[in-house]
Structure formats: C-alpha cells, structure tokens
C-alpha cells in the first residue's frame, strides 16, 4: 500500500508537470527572445515636449542626482519641464530643486488622499487647469538617475506612435548586499525575459515601477492620473491592454534606481506588490475577459493577462507539492518502519535540490543575458546566484500574508544611494 501511495503520487507530479509545462510554452518563446538584440527604433523626425513628474516627499537625499541626470539630457532643455511633487514647502527637497532650471515645485493640498497615485493625480490636474501643454508624462522616483540619451531614445518611441513607453531599469547598488542584488535582477528577468518579446509581438508590455510616460491624451481623457491601487503601474498595465494602448519597451532608455538592502524593507515592498496585484486583477477581470471575448485586437496579451501567473504557479505548487508529499510520506514511512521509506527520501532530497538549482542556474542565465549592463563584482554575482532561491522562495510567505492582511498601506522608502549618470 506505501508503495502504491508513492507511485500513484510520482503518476500525479508527472501529469501535473507536464500540464505546467504546456502552460509555459508562451514564457519559454518569451525567454528564447529575450537573449537576441532588442528592438531598435527609428530616428525621431519631431522632438516633442514631456513634462517629468518626480514624487519626492522627503527625498533630499538622492533627488539632486536625479535633477542634475535630467540637466544633462542630450536632449532639448526648452522642451523638458519637471514637477517636484512634496507635502510642505519646509521639505528641504525644496531648496535643491529651486537651483534648477525648468523646474516647478508642487506642494500637495490632499494630504489626507495617500499615495504616489494621488500625488500625481493632483499635479497632473493642476497641469492640465493651467492651460501647459505637454505632449506626454514621465513618471521617475527621486532616486532614479537617467542615462543622457534617455529623454531622446524615447522620443524615437513617442515618435513612432507608441502612447506609452518604458525604459531599461538598471540598479544603482548592485553590489549592497545579496538582497539588493536579487531584487535588481527580478526587474532585469522582466526588462528581459518579459518586456523585450512584449515589445515585438504584442505590443503591450508590463509597466514596473517608473522611468516610464505615458501620453497626455490618455490623461487628458481620464481627467486626470485615475491609478490609485497599491500597484498603480501594473494597474496602468491592464488599462492599457483593455483599451489596446499602444506601448513599449525601449531597452536602449536606462536609468537607474535603488533596490533595497534590508529583508524587513524588501519583505514589507513585496507584500505591497502581491497585495496590489491580487487588488488590481480582481478590479480588471471582468473587463479583461470581456474585451478578450468582443474585441479581436491584441488577444494574444490580453489571454496572457487572464492567464496571469498562472503558469509560473502552476510549475512551482508541483515542484513545492511534491516535495512537502514526498517529505512527509518518508516521516509516516520511517514511524511504519517501511523499507521503501528510503527511496522517498532520496525523491524529496532530488526533489528539492532540483528546485534549488533551477533557481541558481536562471539567476546565472539572467546574469549572462544582462552582463552588458550590470555592475556588479564577482562575489556578489556569486552569493545573488546561490541565495536567489531564497529571495524568491520568501514570496510564498509573503503571498500567505497578503490573503490574511486586509489593508495594506503605502509606505514611503527612504532612498540614500547617490550616483551619476553613466556616460
């Protein structure tokens, strides 16, 4: 009987990987694509004209870096304006944003509306009630530094008709420490292996983070910045593949930000984002169905977004499910004195170690992939590749917190890496 429960469950893994397996096919294509050049665009024919957006409540820090990235674009200074959005005008973000030409400071009225949604809802509005004229948004935390040709490689994009864009976003710390390191190189594994055949095929990419704009038109028809969940990028994400926006990705665009160095900081950042997740696909679903079922244009991406993590889960529940049967069938063994207990140990130790070692080899593959932009020392390369199972294993932790925890607020990030542009 041991040993048919043992074999019937290896009969279950297998069904239940291969079916992980068929789900995967449209992630494989995607990874396959990823390690080819990246699309190039044409050179623009009309330089237009963006305002930059910058929440940066508390943020004298690091802003000045940001600022001066922004002075240094190879790009027309007449046509760049920036938004410091802060809550006080006693903020010191003040004092250094005043030295810099083009530059506005916003003081929020709202306080009591939390969010970075709300902030650039207020200032958008504001933009919109003066009677400025942009020709598209760029929306950058404090801490992000631009590249100089940022401004003018996605200009080529706005050109080409692309409403909305994003950029290659590279990490300023690499090197502080394993945690810093993993959760940069979760954003390269979806600049990569995600947004780069995204951006070929599809022609809807998943916006993360910032270094992104988006059209005026599409504010101008919202009245406003209407994201507001704790995810407001992946909530612009379905917006836009629902109303088939047309977006991409521009690897060619960098900028950087800072990742954070501590497991309580990035434990408390994640649970943001699976909360915000699971909120934002829970208020598009409908409509996502519905658009996939009455509207024929894009429905490759927008099945991909019903789909959701479906097909990472479903490979990762068989492989962590296995292991936790094949586990605990060994301990009942072991007590029933079962000579076959053996061979379930040896099946869960195999199991496990599979699951360790397909997570270091993806962690190496994307390093490799990206080893034309990282910064990074060896060592660190080394103990990101060895402990990024660990990083991603913590999601399922966090993903249990997040089913239990009914509010989940934002919560600012305080940012201290200073760096300059790359040149």
Not at 8 to 21: E, Q
Not at 125 to 136: L, R
Not at 243 to 259: H, L, P, R
Request: proline letters at 2%.
């Amino acid at each position: 009987m041991y040993h048919q429960i043992f074999h019937i469950g290896n009969i279950v893994f297998y069904i239940l990987l291969a079916i992980s397996f068929v789900l995967l096919i449209q992630k494989i294509i995607y990874h396959i694509v990823g390690l080819f050049p990246a699309k190039k665009f044409k050179e623009a024919k009309t330089n237009h004209k963006f305002a930059i957006l910058i929440p940066a409540r508390n943020e004298s820090k690091v802003i000045e870096g940001l600022l001066v990235s922004i002075e240094e674009q190879n790009y027309d200074k007449d046509l760049i304006k920036t938004f410091v959005i802060v809550e006080s005008e006693d903020d010191p973000t003040c004092e250094i944003a005043k030295r810099y030409k083009n530059t506005e400071i916003f003081v929020r009225k709202h306080l009591e509306r939390k969010g970075k949604g709300y902030a650039l809802d207020e200032v958008v509005t504001h933009i919109f009630e003066t009677g400025e004229k942009f020709d598209a948004f760029f929306i950058f935390d404090a801490d992000n530094i631009l590249d100089k040709n940022y401004i003018k490689e996605m200009n080529k994009t706005f050109d080409e008709g692309y409403e909305i864009a994003l950029g290659y976003r590279n990490s300023k710390n690499w090197n502080d420490g394993w945690i810093a390191s993993a959760s940069a190189l979760t954003f390269s594994m979806i600049n990569t292996f995600q947004n780069k055949c995204r951006s070929r095929f599809t022609k809807n990419v998943i916006i993360s983070g910032t270094g992104f704009y988006v059209s005026s038109k599409i504010l101008e028809k919202l009245g406003g910045w209407k994201f507001f969940e704790l995810t407001e990028d992946y909530e612009l994400s379905l917006y836009a593949t629902i109303n088939n926006v047309k977006a991409t990705y521009n690897e060619y665009a960098e900028f950087y930000d800072e990742q954070p160095t501590k497991l309580k900081v990035s434990w408390n950042q994640r649970l943001r984002w699976v909360k915000g997740y699971s909120n934002v696909t829970k208020k598009y679903k409908k409509k996502l169905v519905k658009s996939f079922l009455l509207d024929k244009t894009n429905r490759l991406c927008k099945f991909e977004y019903i789909m959701s993590i479906l097909p990472v889960v479903s490979l990762l529940a068989t492989s962590f499910l296995y292991t936790a049967f094949t586990l605990v069938l060994a301990i009942v063994g072991s007590i029933l004195k079962q000579p076959e207990c053996t061979s379930v140990y040896v099946a869960c130790a195999i199991s496990t170690l599979v699951i360790y070692l397909f997570f270091v080899a993806y962690a190496f593959v994307m390093f490799l992939a990206e080893r034309k932009h990282i910064n990074i020392t060896f060592w660190h390369k080394v103990s990101c590749c060895l402990l990024f199972p660990i990083y991603m294993a913590l999601y399922i932790p966090i993903y249990i917190q997040s089913m239990f925890k009914k509010n989940v607020e934002w919560k600012p990030i305080e940012h201290n890496v200073q760096m300059s542009q790359k040149n």
